[in-house]
T-cell receptor, first 114, second 112 residues
Framework: GEDVEQSLFLSVREGDSSVINCTYT??????LYWYKQEPGAGLQLLTY?????DMKQDQRLTVLLNKKDKHLSLRIADTQTGDSAIYFC??????????????FGGGTRVLVKP | DGGITQSPKYLFRKEGQNVTLSCEQN?????MYWYRQDPGQGLRLIYY???????QKGDIAEGYSVSREKKESFPLTVTSAQKNPTAFYLC???????????FGPGTRLTVL
């Protein structure tokens, strides 16, 4: 079955860049997502990338996809204290597949130190 | 102001009681989903619905039930058969299957 893995924790200094990594096993994944969860809140969609792309940039966020290695990363430039949260990557199967089950990683807790 | 609402934010119940969690969306999305999140873990899919009057079991449906009588609403009932119901429950919706999902603020259920 599908499996999505993330490291548990990342500590970064304010102003530095953060890089959060994710690996997945389903080679048929078509979309890969990054969500942010602040304490006690729901998930906020940050960005996503289609599997035929290798990079997507959106303001301070850069997503890199290495499809061969099934490795996804999220880089946050100029990390701010407001970026402290849990970040989840998720993958989805082809849209024509039955249902639309997102498979989530376990989340990476990012702590930004002043 | 479109979005997904879940109520209440915190819910307490005694063991053995059924409880229903509300999820409403005004985004005109066809698909809706319920996830469970346990501390330090990712999300696990309980049930999902692609259209009104239709729903499918997710990975951990045992002890839960849902209904989808209206496009805007997808309530989740946690029954007494659910052995470990204390968790954070998240509802999501998407335009249709295969599209990105948008999440509500969540309901934290504590069973005493």
């Amino acid at each position: 079955g599908e499996d999505v893995e993330q490291s548990l924790f990342l500590s970064v200094r304010e102003g530095d860049s953060s890089v959060i990594n994710c690996t997945y096993t389903d080679s048929s994944s078509t979309y890969l997502y990054w969500y942010k969860q602040e304490p006690g809140a729901g998930l906020q969609l940050l960005t996503y990338i289609f599997s035929n792309m290798d990079m997507k940039q959106d303001q301070r966020l850069t997503v890199l996809l290495n499809k061969k290695d099934k490795h996804l990363s999220l880089r946050i430039a100029d990390t701010q204290t407001g970026d402290s949260a849990i970040y989840f990557c998720a993958e989805s199967p082809p849209r024509e597949a039955a249902g639309n089950k997102l498979t989530f990683g376990g989340g990476t807790r990012v702590l930004v130190k002043p | 102001d479109g979005g997904i609402t879940q109520s209440p934010k915190y819910l307490f119940r005694k063991e053995g009681q059924n409880v229903t969690l509300s999820c409403e969306q005004n985004l005109n999305h066809d698909a809706m989903y319920w996830y469970r999140q346990d501390p330090g873990q990712g999300l696990r899919l309980i049930y999902y619905s692609q259209i009104v009057n239709d729903f499918q079991k997710g990975d951990i449906a045992e002890g839960y039930s849902v209904s989808r009588e209206k496009k805007e609403s997808f309530p989740l009932t946690v029954t007494s058969a659910q052995k470990n119901p204390t968790a954070f429950y998240l509802c999501a919706s998407s335009i249709s299957r295969g599209n990105e999902q948008f999440f509500g603020p969540g309901t934290r259920l504590t069973v005493l």
